[in-house]
Each structure stands twice: as structure tokens, then as C-alpha cells.
């Protein structure tokens, strides 16, 4: 599947994958993230059974401290 | 004008934020209306010394145009912007994220997801290597009034 992920087209050898999934494939190891598939906002307790599919604009922000 | 914060000024505040030596130990919301008030009595400021809940956005923030984010804690900026893009989706939000050390002018950049406006170079957290300097705090500061602005005068 071909997805958008931070504004760039990244493809993936798999039909879908959940967000915890592709968070481990791209390493995205940083504790404080704020997640938005199509725009909708997923909490963290729904990465595990939420699922990117072909054609979803997924962004992930990291949080860091500092202000 | 609504400020809300819940913290009192430390003298390592000094270096970046808008207070001076005699208002240490002060609440930083009430000395920042002083403040505004010596530059331009004829500003409103409602100052709510608070710390902020996903509630309190919601009912404090929801007649304003604009809300901007000066958060020191990640979880905290978590806790705005989850705030803001689950129940006030229309709201604009204006975040800085990333200030953290000194040089590297072009890393801090500005971009916008929907209604949240990110300023900041999205990657230098604030340790005891890279402590937050009065000039990368206020560029990114100045470039969320700029993104204010921008927004306030576009609608």
C-alpha cells in the first residue's frame, strides 16, 4: 500500500497495518506523539486497533519540551 | 486578551520571558498584565491563574479567534492540541515546538496541519546540552504572533 505520512509517499510491503505497526517500522519510538489519520485524531489507547489503509494521509507530530 | 498560566516567576525566566528582576516570585499571569499594561493601558487582559485541563480550554478559550500554545511540557502541548483538534476543530492553534539551543536559523520553519500551525524546528528538546536561549525562544515566539496575525488579518 501507498500511504502519505508526513506529507511525503512512503509504500509499505503490506494491504494495511495498524498505527502501533507502522510506528515500529519507522522507528517513531518518541513517547509523546499526536497521530491523525484523514485528518481524525487517534488517541494513543487506539493505536493498537486502529489500521492505515492504501491511500490515508497519516501525520505524526513528536511533542518536545521547551517553551 | 485572555492569559492563563499557573506558574511564578523564577529568576532563570529572565533571560526570555517578558518580567524583571523585581517581579520574581510573582505569578507570572498577573505581573504579564502589569506588564501589557505599561506598554498599552487600553489593552483588555483577562488573566486566569490556572493550570490548564482539557475543560478549561475548552470553556476559557472558546470565544477567542485565535488560541496560542507557550507550554513548556510535552505532555502538556499533547494535551492542548489533542484538546483543540478533538472539540474545537475550528479553533486555530497556533504551537511552538522545538527552541531548544542556539544558531541553526533556518532549522525553525513554520507549517500547518488543518487548523494547528507548528513553529519551531520540530526536533531540539530543551536538556541540560541545550537550554532554552532568549533568541530561539523569541523567533519562534515572534513567528507565532507573525502566524497570529496572518490568520486574524486573512479572515
Not at chain 1, 513517547?31 to 488517541?43: A, S
Not at chain 2, 529572565?14 to 505581573?31: D, E, P, S, W
Not at chain 2, 494547528?116 to 515566539?141: H, M, Q, W
Request: glycine share 4%; aromatic share 8%; charged share 25%.
Amino acid at each position: 500500500m501507498k500511504i502519505i505520512l508526513n506529507n511525503r509517499q512512503e509504500e509499505f510491503n503490506y494491504n494495511t497495518i495498524s498505527i502501533s505497526k507502522l510506528l515500529e517500522i519507522k522507528k517513531f519510538t518518541f513517547k509523546m506523539l499526536v497521530i491523525k489519520i484523514n485528518g481524525n485524531l487517534i488517541k494513543k489507547e487506539a493505536r493498537e486497533t486502529t489500521y492505515i489503509q492504501d491511500g490515508d494521509n497519516v501525520i505524526v507530530l513528536h511533542l518536545i519540551s521547551g517553551g | 486578551m485572555i492569559i492563563t498560566d499557573f506558574d511564578i516567576i523564577d529568576k532563570s525566566n529572565l533571560t526570555r520571558q517578558y518580567y524583571f528582576y523585581n517581579q520574581i516570585g510573582q505569578k507570572k499571569v498577573f505581573a504579564l498584565k502589569d506588564n501589557i499594561y505599561l506598554i498599552n493601558p487600553k489593552i483588555n487582559v483577562f488573566a486566569f491563574d490556572i493550570m490548564l485541563k482539557p475543560l478549561d480550554i475548552i470553556n476559557i478559550f472558546k470565544h477567542c479567534d485565535v488560541i496560542v500554545e507557550a507550554f513548556d511540557k510535552a505532555e502538556m502541548k499533547q494535551m492542548i492540541i489533542e484538546t483543540a483538534l478533538t472539540k474545537m476543530p475550528d479553533k486555530p492553534l497556533v504551537t511552538g515546538l522545538g527552541i531548544a539551543g542556539w544558531g541553526d536559523n533556518n532549522s525553525i520553519k513554520t507549517r500547518k496541519i488543518d487548523n494547528l500551525y507548528i513553529c519551531g524546528d520540530e526536533k531540539t528538546e530543551v536538556s541540560e546540552n541545550f537550554p532554552p536561549l532568549a533568541p530561539r525562544v523569541g523567533i519562534v515566539a515572534n513567528m507565532q504572533a507573525n502566524t497570529v496575525l496572518e490568520i486574524l488579518l486573512n479572515n
